[in-house]
């Protein structure tokens, strides 16, 4: 994770996009503190959330750790490459997040609620960066996969922008909310790293903001 300032490059497009490989980076298949499968198949019925917010060995934590979730994994989400390294994440030429997958009984809990964890654990409204963590890797975003996810990703976003500008926040949220693409895997130190790895870095910081529970019904397409 770096923590050297420096300027984030525009987004690459398919043209300028290093070409990455048609093999899927090796990942162990067992989550380290849930003791449940990283990879598919999940559960019947279970659901998926997909988000990037800066430094992904802290951001997953916040997810293992909610109620509900049925496992976790790190990996790269949004961008053009197939299948990148982590180095080519970070050279800035894929177009990817750092990125969370986070696995959920939704009768456990909900997709609304993992969204308030999104919101409440980072700042949104930094754009390519997050703290120290300058790059377009470490955009905030979240990759819907229903319309429903959708509607209500887009609501909460609504609804924290209020709730920071009553907090006396002036800035906007930056977050990208975009239809997900394909989830890669990301090596497997990267992996529930801070479990692995206790005193190892995380830069996530809040805004403070609480979010609003949200009215927005989620389930299966």
């Not at 890797?137 to 500008?165: G, H, K, N, P, V």
């Not at 907090?167 to 090596?187: K, L, M, Q, V």
Request: proline letters at 8%; aromatic letters at 12%; hydrophobic letters at 35%.
């Amino acid at each position: 994770m770096s923590l050297f300032f420096r300027k984030a490059a525009p987004l690459p497009t398919a043209d300028t996009a290093l070409p990455g490989r048609h093999t899927p980076i090796p990942v162990t298949r067992t989550h380290l503190v849930l003791d449940t499968p990283m990879v598919p198949p999940f559960p019947d019925g279970h659901e998926q959330l997909v988000v990037g917010m800066g430094c992904f060995w802290g951001a997953e934590r916040l997810f293992w750790k909610a109620p509900g979730v049925y496992t976790t994994a790190v990996g790269y989400a949004g961008g053009v490459t197939p299948n990148p390294t982590y180095e080519e994440v970070c050279s800035g030429r894929t177009g990817h997040t750092e990125a969370v997958l986070a696995v959920f009984d939704p009768e456990r809990t909900s997709y609304d609620e993992l969204l308030r964890v999104f919101w409440e654990g980072h700042d949104p409204t930094q754009g390519m960066r997050q703290g120290n963590d300058v790059g377009t890797q470490y955009r905030s975003a979240i990759y819907w996969q229903t319309e429903q996810q959708r509607f209500a990703a887009e609501a909460s976003r609504d609804m924290y922008q209020r709730a920071l500008a009553e907090a006396g926040h002036r800035a906007t949220i930056s977050t990208e909310i975009a239809e997900a693409g394909p989830f890669y895997y990301a090596e497997g130190y990267h992996q529930q790293y801070l479990a692995a790895n206790p005193n190892g870095y995380c830069g996530l910081g809040g805004t403070g903001v609480s979010c609003p529970a949200s009215s927005a019904s989620v389930g299966s397409a």
